[in-house]
């Protein structure tokens, strides 16, 4: 999820803020292979990066969700913030995104892991050491073993639906519908011979093809242990075992979660996390609104989903030229989250599975009352034209948009009714959108429906609860096709930073799952499934990237993602949060080293 941000007004940093950070070499573009493995920690940050600097550690830090956690195991875990949430408070890995502000964020620290490792045999093998003294939250020790059960557990797709599963392909040897022959270790006890674990301290992987960003598949909560005895599966989520610095206390799905010290966590192996808070708190649930005003009065450190204030709260923070209000300079921020916003078009919902009838949508569409309805240019960002985040190392310059919606970006109507006749539709048609019940997801829908209702086109609109929105409602291509879901609102951010941790969960036809699906749309071209398998034999970065903008411009072609626009948050914190800075790794401000006063 690796994007530019902007943190408006960051104050000073005043003395030495010791964030245990990590060098690990190479830029923003840099293929995580080429990591140096070395590490140093007690580094300051520069210089106004960081707003309210501090290492004092004590006090609740009070977080905020409208809607709850996709879900806490950390295998099944998919929505940015559950991401975030879990690789800062509970979930170690072998390597971590380094807490650091901005691009620097991208970057990989050793975290159970002793170094960043580099690949060896062609990039086909990667071997990991331990560090000595890691353990449980009750005090058992954390071995590899631990961590290829945890591994081996995505595989288990039966029980554990939801989370990214990279490893499946990369560890076995798929059928031409992305199935891997190993079905985890609830069915087979024997392990996975292409993971090995000679001793405690150390764990090999033996890829089936060469991955060069492989030690960011291992940055991912997925691959994090989990101690087989105390496994429940699809349960496992109402109280995952911690091996970060917190454990859960307490959890009421829908309402509240809240963590406490893990006793056992030991700080002095860990290069990323201060750990300051004596507990923290999320309450679940409360409207946007309240949330935002919760913040302004101090009572709610942070919202963590980071979709940034409600538009009412924008004008009360912002000036009429979109400035800052002097009052909250210290407390407020904008920056690009790295997402992109797009209406996904299904493949499998007549009459949307005729490309014609695709390519009307897009032309009909008002990218203008799109981009207000996430917020406007301050919150809803630049207009998208295509669908390669611009800030992505590879991103194409100046390209030209395959639908351009006329030179104002509010419709080409003319266009969209030819393709409406091209589709044998040119009268319109009836189609359901699918929307969450969050304020901006509403506003998108409406607004898609005002633009198509222009040439034809009616949209039902059917709203549901966000938190199982992405995962079961649009993520069950049986229920999308059942329910006749023919448009839908989604956003994607990056896994990692490159076009692959962008594009092959989205887009990849052999990834389509029956359940925790994020091939929206349920596309299958082989043209795209070639473009990525090609990527991943590319010699260098630049031919890596090439086939990325090549995949971008096939996606425009089958017209089954609308993009409209490259998100942007502008998001507040209470006077009292410390150390707020955000981390392009994740998209979001970095729970890792904050703090309250």
């Known amino acids: 999820m690796a994007r530019k941000r902007l943190l408006l007004q960051a104050g000073a940093l005043t003395g030495t803020l ?20 070395s590490s140093s920690s007690g580094n300051a940050a520069p210089s106004g990066d960081i707003r309210n600097p501090s290492t004092t550690k004590g006090g609740e830090l009070k977080l905020a969700a ?6 806490l195991d950390p295998a099944r875990t998919y929505y940015g913030y559950g991401f975030e949430f879990n690789q800062r408070f509970l979930t170690r890995t072998l390597v971590q995104f380094q807490a650091k502000p901005g691009q620097a964020g991208t970057e990989l620290a050793p975290d159970l892991a002793t170094e960043v490792p580099m690949g060896t045999e062609n990039n086909t093998v990667w071997t990991y050491k331990l560090k000595p003294g890691l353990k449980f939250e009750d005090g058992s020790p954390i071995t590899s073993k631990d961590i290829k059960y945890g591994v081996e557990r995505v595989f288990a797709s039966d029980q554990i639906t939801g989370g990214p ?17 190993y079905q985890g270790p609830y069915k087979d006890k024997a392990g996975l011979d292409a993971i090995s674990t000679p001793d405690d301290m150390t764990i090999s992987f033996k890829l089936v093809k060469p991955f060069a960003d492989w030690n960011y598949i291992m940055n991912l909560p997925g691959t994090g242990p989990v101690p087989e005895a105390q496994d429940k599966g699809a349960n496992y989520q109402s109280k995952p075992v911690s091996s970060g610095p917190y454990k859960i206390v307490t959890y009421t799905p829908g309402k509240s979660l809240m963590l406490d010290r893990n006793p056992n966590y030991d700080q002095s192996t860990d290069p990323v996390r201060l750990a300051l808070p004596d507990t923290v708190n999320v309450q679940i649930g409360a409207q946007p609104a309240d949330i935002d005003q919760q913040i302004l009065d101090n009572q709610v450190d942070y919202a963590i989903e980071d979709v940034g204030v409600q538009s009412a709260t924008q004008a009360r923070l912002l000036n009429r030229d979109g400035s800052i209000q002097d009052a909250f ?23 949307l599975d005729n490309v014609h009838c695709r390519r009307a949508v897009q032309f009909a569409v008002n990218k203008v009352d799109l981009q207000n309805a996430r917020g406007g240019p301050i919150t809803g960002d630049d207009i998208a034209d295509n669908s390669f985040p611009p800030s992505l190392a590879g991103a194409p310059q100046n390209a030209a948009a395959r639908y351009p919606n006329g030179a104002d970006h509010k419709g080409d109507i003319e266009a969209a009714k030819r393709e409406l006749a091209e589709c044998g539709q040119p009268n319109g048609f009836k189609t359901v959108q699918a929307s969450s019940n969050t304020p901006k997801s509403k506003a998108v829908a409406a607004a898609t429906q005002q633009a198509l209702e222009r040439v034809g086109i009616t949209v039902e609109v059917k709203s ?3 938190a199982q929105y992405y995962a079961s409602v649009i993520g069950s291509p049986s229920n999308v096709k059942a329910k006749g879901f023919g448009i839908a609102d989604a956003g994607w951010g990056p896994d990692f930073p490159t076009g692959y941790g962008f594009y092959s969960q989205i887009v990849d036809g052999r990834k389509i799952k029956p359940a925790g699906n994020s091939n929206y749309s349920s596309l299958d071209d082989p043209k795209i ?8 034999e590319a010699t260098s970065r630049e031919a890596f990237n090439m086939k990325y903008q090549e995949l971008d411009k096939q996606l425009m072609e089958n017209a089954t993602m609308v993009p409209f626009v490259f998100d942007r948050s502008l998001a507040a914190v209470s006077e009292r949060l410390k150390n707020v800075y955000f981390n392009q790794g994740y998209g979001h401000f970095d729970l890792a080293t904050m703090g309250v006063q």
């Open 529 to 536: 499934n070639q473009l990525i398998d090609e990527s991943l």
């Open 329 to 351: 300079k210290n407390r407020v921020s904008t920056q690009n989250t790295g997402y992109l916003r797009y209406l996904t078009l299904q493949t499998n919902v007549p009459p």
């Open 66 to 71: 409208t809607s709850d956690f996709d879900s």
């Open 18 to 37: 010791a964030l245990a950070l990590t060098g690990c070499g190479g830029g923003s573009e840099s293929s995580s292979s080429t990591a140096s493995g």
């Open 165 to 181: 599963d990279y490893v499946k392909c990369l560890l076995t040897v798929c059928d031409k519908d992305g199935a891997s022959p």
């Open 464 to 466: 549901f609860d966000a």
